[in-house]
């Protein structure tokens, strides 16, 4: 975002008051904290709201394919390193269905790309999108398959080359807001046009450097396409961690616009391919997809995104509440532990290996572990009997007790002292729990 003063020298400082500022310079000021829209100056040149609106923009463009609740937003990025602030748009990941294995296996693809999914500490980790690649098979069974991806739920990418089929592919699943892939130099005018008819995201690439690349970002800036994503070359992991950094830093500390644009990777099925996925989620894919995607690697694959992209500054957290593990009755345990997601899933998935049903209180400690929490004053005695009231324990389980976790043992007598409960000492590690859960059943 520009400076007051940035902005200042681009309004037209007859202090009007129009925008219900005294002065231009205050408006300047409301406009640089992005506390008022531009529009409210009516007065401001065409010349100087371009200006503007191009100094605000983010220096990575967010770029969205798909429609609906599984629609991925790429791009939008800040920063280079992730410690520095967060990572905001996970790397789309997608599974290429080529026309040259026929109709048949495309649909097979598709519908294991939609089934590649699971939980991980509260969160559904999914490939989330699937490519169409039309190569050596035929035009037909190729529109069969977008036809059939169009009816399912994943955001599709059109990888086809060829404008006037990709035109009729893109009418296929126009309700999907498909991304078309690719402009090339050799293809670039009639990709563009039709990028830029049917409102679509468009990949740019196919190209031997990055000088080319500026070179066809600034032909799709010239033929009117804003959404846009770079396809760097990739010949290894060492040129693909290049360029992925150069574009990420030319963008990002440079404001360099042509480079300010998402990027995908194109992979294989190889043992390097499966390096390169890896290595371009950490740096700086945002999108990559590939030929094959087993179970053994996309979920270790999802994993490291899920990672990489959580905000290291915010825990990842449950809502606090009283969760029934296994089928619960009211003469089954209760025990408490904190929100943070690692904690509560580790303690439940311990829970569960006792095969006694319990009830498991969550007491909000903003995403603490127990030690944690217990010596930054947010789990105490006061905290965890307001949740024991707030979640109605006493009205699920009738045993009368909690058990706490043996770190926290000194809580017990005040504890006891607010809920009139019996408060039992559980082991230090969570890993004693079925052990401690057995002699309770
Ligand atoms: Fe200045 Fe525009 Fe506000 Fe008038 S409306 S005071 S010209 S910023």
């Not at 690349?213 to 770079?230: F, N, Q």
């Not at 319990?358 to 944690?372: F, I, K, R």
């Not at 024991?388 to 976790?405: A, G, L, Y």
Request: aromatic share 6%.
């Amino acid at each position: 975002m520009p400076t007051a003063m940035e902005i200042y020298k681009l309004l037209p400082k007859t202090n009007c008051g129009e925008c219900k500022f005294p002065t231009c310079l205050a408006f300047a000021m409301q406009l640089a904290n992005q506390k008022v829209s531009l529009e409210a100056c009516p007065s401001v040149s065409d010349e100087a709201k371009a200006q503007l609106e191009e100094s605000g923009a983010p220096p990575i463009r967010s770029v969205t394919i798909g429609s609906g609740e599984l629609a991925v937003k790429m791009g939008d990025e800040t920063q280079l390193f992730r410690h520095d602030k967060t990572f905001y748009n996970p790397t789309v990941l997608g599974l290429i269905a080529d026309d040259s294995a026929g109709l048949e296996a495309m649909r097979t693809r598709v519908d294991d790309a939609h089934s590649a999914a699971f939980e991980r500490v509260g969160q559904i980790l999914r490939v989330d999108s699937v490519a169409l690649r039309h190569s050596s098979g035929s035009e037909e069974d190729y529109l069969e398959a977008v036809k059939a991806a169009a009816g399912k739920e994943l955001p599709i990418v059109l990888m086809c080359e060829d404008a006037a089929l990709a035109a009729k592919a893109a009418d296929a699943c126009a309700d999907k807001k498909p991304l078309l892939y690719r402009a090339t130099g050799a293809n670039f005018d009639a990709m563009a046009e039709l990028a830029k008819g049917r409102s679509l995201p468009l990949v740019v690439g196919g190209v031997a450097g990055l000088d080319e690349l500026v070179e066809l970002s600034e032909r799709a800036k010239k033929a009117g396409l804003s959404d846009v994503l770079l396809e760097p070359p990739i010949d290894s992991s060492g040129k693909m961690l290049e360029n992925m950094t150069v574009i990420r830093r030319a963008a990002i500390k440079s404001k360099f616009r042509p480079l300010g644009f998402p990027t995908i990777a194109v992979l294989g099925s190889s043992t390097a391919d499966k390096m390169n996925a890896s290595l371009g989620v950490m740096k700086y894919a945002s999108a990559i997809m590939m030929e094959e995607m087993p179970r053994d690697f996309v979920y270790p694959l999802l994993a490291l995104r899920q990672n990489i992209y959580t905000d290291p500054q915010v825990p990842i957290q449950v809502k606090p509440g009283l969760y029934p593990v296994g089928e619960p009755t009211e003469s089954s345990p209760v025990m408490f532990t904190t929100n943070f997601s690692l904690t509560y899933f580790t303690v439940r998935a311990d829970i569960e290996k006792s095969k006694v049903p319990a009830w498991l209180l969550v007491v909000d400690t903003e995403g603490q572990s127990v030690m944690t929490a217990f010596a930054a004053g947010k789990m105490t005695p006061e905290s965890v009997a307001k949740a024991v009231d707030d979640f109605k324990v006493k009205e699920k389980s009738n045993r009368n007790e909690i058990i706490i976790p043996g770190m926290v043992s000194r809580m017990s007598g005040k504890l006891n002292e607010l809920t009139d409960l019996k408060v039992t000492v559980g082991p230090r590690e969570s890993s004693g729990l079925p052990k401690m859960m057995k002699s309770l059943a």
